[in-house]
């Protein structure tokens, strides 16, 4: 596959949480940062961070009414060994890979007199 003109699909992937919204607040606070890792075959080309705090903020209820979501282009961070072997670069012109996350209590089981709910985490990674 050619880099320059990437023509693969997005790499999707769903987990589903029971918690409640505080909970899983404190968790996402406590566990602030979702590494995603670029890969072919078995090795890294460069990872990049999301910060998750954003997704329950304290005091919220947006959770409640709609899906939640993170999305943008995240600088991509090269492996310890291929960044000391690499010259400083502006960061405009720095690799980067749109990642979208986002976070929508499923309605299908959680409801409001419940404590704890089923939510589903989604990510798309694409180049």
């Known amino acids: ?17 029971r918690s409640s919204i505080e909970f899983l607040r404190a968790y996402f606070f406590a566990h602030s940062k979702l590494q995603i890792h670029l890969c072919c075959g078995d ?3 460069g990872s990049t961070e999301i910060l998750l705090t954003s997704l329950l903020k304290k005091g919220s209820a947006e ?34 890979v749109g990642v979208s996350v986002s976070l929508q209590k499923d ?14 985490l989604m990510f798309k990674v694409w180049v």
């Open 43 to 45: 090795q890294s080309l």
């Open 63 to 96: 959770i409640c009414q709609h899906p939640v979501a993170i999305e943008g282009a995240f600088i991509l961070v090269p492996p310890n060994r291929a960044r000391q072997k690499l010259p400083p670069m502006p960061l405009d012109m720095a690799p980067t």
């Open 1 to 17: 596959t050619d880099l320059m003109n990437p023509n693969f699909e997005p790499e999707r992937a769903s987990v589903r949480i």
């Open 107 to 120: 309605g299908r089981v959680c409801q409001v007199q419940l404590i704890f709910c089923y939510f589903v």
